[in-house]
């Protein structure tokens, strides 16, 4: 079973950035999709961003422009550049594969965006 580690996360204000990062033990990392999720509070979890195992990606209109997602896998780490963040991209950020059956859910990485 892969296990997930988000980090990277933190207090910023309105306009500024981070970078988040995704680090998954085992060896078989590569052949997912991986994607980035967020859950506010009182809301669902949303999906946000996922890239393919070639490389493909995709963004939530909300994001878009904004965040970029990447992933090496030769370190089994996945990354959520965000920019221009507003506050209502606070929330706490997960990992996960895309897909039918994701993997156990890590812990999370909180990202509060306020002035």
């Known amino acids: 079973q892969v296990q997930l580690v988000e980090s990277g996360g933190g207090l910023v204000q309105p306009g500024g950035s981070l970078r988040l990062s995704c680090a998954a033990s085992?060896?078989?990392?590569?052949?997912?999709?991986m994607g980035w999720y967020r859950q506010a509070p009182g809301k669902q979890r949303e999906l946000v961003a996922f890239i393919t195992s070639l490389q493909g990606t995709h963004y939530a209109d909300s994001v878009k422009g904004r965040f970029t997602i990447s992933r090496d896998d030769a370190k089994n780490t996945m990354y959520l550049q965000m920019n221009n963040l507003k506050p209502e991209d606070t929330a706490v950020y997960y990992c996960?594969?895309?897909?039918?059956?994701?993997?156990?859910w890590g812990r999370g990485t909180q990202v509060t965006v306020s002035s």
């Open positions: 085992g060896s078989i990392f590569s052949i997912y999709a």
């Open positions: 996960n594969q895309v897909g039918p059956r994701p993997f156990d």
